[in-house]
């Protein structure tokens, strides 16, 4: 509304109604152009931001702001963080190593292997099943000596010959001659060199010795025992025996 003080008309060359205003008010319609309007001030419209409500947030973002970063990989960056329940500490691992330098007392050096996948050296004693090809073997050696039992013993059907240790042959020969060529020679085993059996096997004078002293020799496999002697038993009269033993 604009305030005219006066109004006058008049018609011009043309014909049209001038009106002159002044010292009046007159309604404008502004809607044809853009009005310009001053002020001052104007008044907040409800619930607008002040400069206390600001004041607030600001108080609200400062300090620690929590985000979701669920949307994208957050950094995350600590000096240190706690340990999970059970965790190698500084103490377990002195308490194992002490564990490993037991266990390596203990072995003295000595590693066990699971030596699947090569060929792994064996020694002592190996029962062998078949062999193939070529085998360089070595036969054992054989102790004793020449009438190393009897040497020129005059014996009678009283006499036994002392106990032979054979406990570690796997094999043993007796060998030697009498001036008797009727009468066998018995032969016994013992376990304590105390209680004796006689064996199943006499010796024999060789079929083939004519001439005194006659020969006789047997070879005993396996036997378990761990002392043999000689019973002359059989024996008729008084006669003279060299005898050896050899144990392999």
Same mark, same amino acid.
């Given at each position: ?57 600001? &108080?609200? !973002? +400062? =300090?620690? *702001?929590? @985000? %979701? $970063?669920?949307?994208? /990989?957050? #950094? ?28 390596? &007392?203990? !072995? +003295? =050096?000595? *590693?066990? @292997? %699971? $030596?699947?996948?090569? /060929?792994? #050296? ?28 009897? &040497?020129?013993? +005059? ?94």
């Amino acid at each position: 509304m604009v305030r005219i003080s006066q109004a006058s008309q008049s018609v011009n060359a043309l014909g049209e109604q001038i009106v002159q205003i002044s010292n009046a008010s007159l309604s404008v319609d502004g809607s044809g152009v853009t009005q310009p309007v001053s002020a001052v001030s104007l008044p907040l419209p409800s619930g607008a931001a002040t400069a206390a409500n600001q004041s607030t947030v600001v &108080s609200l !973002l +400062s =300090g620690t *702001l929590t @985000v %979701d $970063g669920s949307a994208t /990989t957050q #950094p995350v960056s600590a000096a240190s963080l706690p340990l999970p329940s059970g965790a190698a500490t500084a103490t377990n691992q002195t308490s194992a190593n002490g564990l490993l330098s037991s266990i390596d &007392s203990a !072995l +003295s =050096g000595t *590693l066990i @292997v %699971d $030596g699947s996948a090569s /060929t792994q #050296p064996v020694s002592g004693t190996v029962a062998v099943s078949s062999v193939s090809g070529t085998v360089a073997t070595s036969a054992p050696s054989v102790s004793g000596t020449n009438n190393n039992h009897l &040497s020129s013993q +005059s014996v009678t059907s009283a006499y036994q010959s002392s106990g032979f240790d054979v406990s570690s042959a796997s094999r043993f020969s007796i060998m030697g001659n009498t001036t008797d060529n009727t009468n066998s020679i018995l032969v016994e085993f013992s376990a304590d060199n105390t209680n004796w059996y006689r064996a199943n096997t006499e010796l024999f004078p060789s079929y083939n010795d004519f001439s005194s002293p006659y020969d006789f020799y047997n070879s005993f496999e396996g036997a378990c025992v761990k002392y043999v002697r000689l019973n002359f038993a059989n024996y008729t009269g008084t006669e003279t025996v060299n005898a050896t033993i050899l144990t392999q």
